[in-house]
Nanobody
């Protein structure tokens, strides 16, 4: 019943911006953890930005100052605003949420940064 769907990925030039969205089929209040992860070819999946109940946020050092995670519980949406994108940001971005001792993942959305 719990499903996550990412959207907003695409092709963007270096220095450009994208805003990713994650839509959940359940009320976001049930999640004790939500965040964004990414995986580039040949690399391990890594944490990008997380948001937890209690107001704590965490960012990977590589995206600090460029990415912003946010959430609209009333809309059942989580977002990742990505600014000053670089080729190194190219990856499949995944929405993740934790509920009832289970981590749920979306199918991912491709972000390609290239001139």
């Amino acid at each position: 019943q719990v499903q996550l769907v990412e959207s907003g990925g695409g092709l963007v030039q270096p220095g450009g911006s994208l805003k990713l969205s994650c839509a959940a089929t359940v009320n976001l209040f049930i999640f004790d953890h939500m965040g964004w992860y990414r995986q580039a070819p040949g690399k391990q999946r890594e944490m990008v930005a997380t948001f937890t109940i209690g107001g704590n946020t965490n960012y990977a050092d590589t995206v600090k100052g460029r990415f912003t995670i946010s959430r609209d519980s009333g809309q059942g949406m989580m977002y990742l605003q990505m600014d000053s994108l670089q080729p190194e940001d190219t990856a499949v971005y995944y929405c993740n949420a934790h509920y009832m001792e289970t981590y749920y993942w979306g199918q991912g959305t491709q972000v390609t940064v290239s001139s």
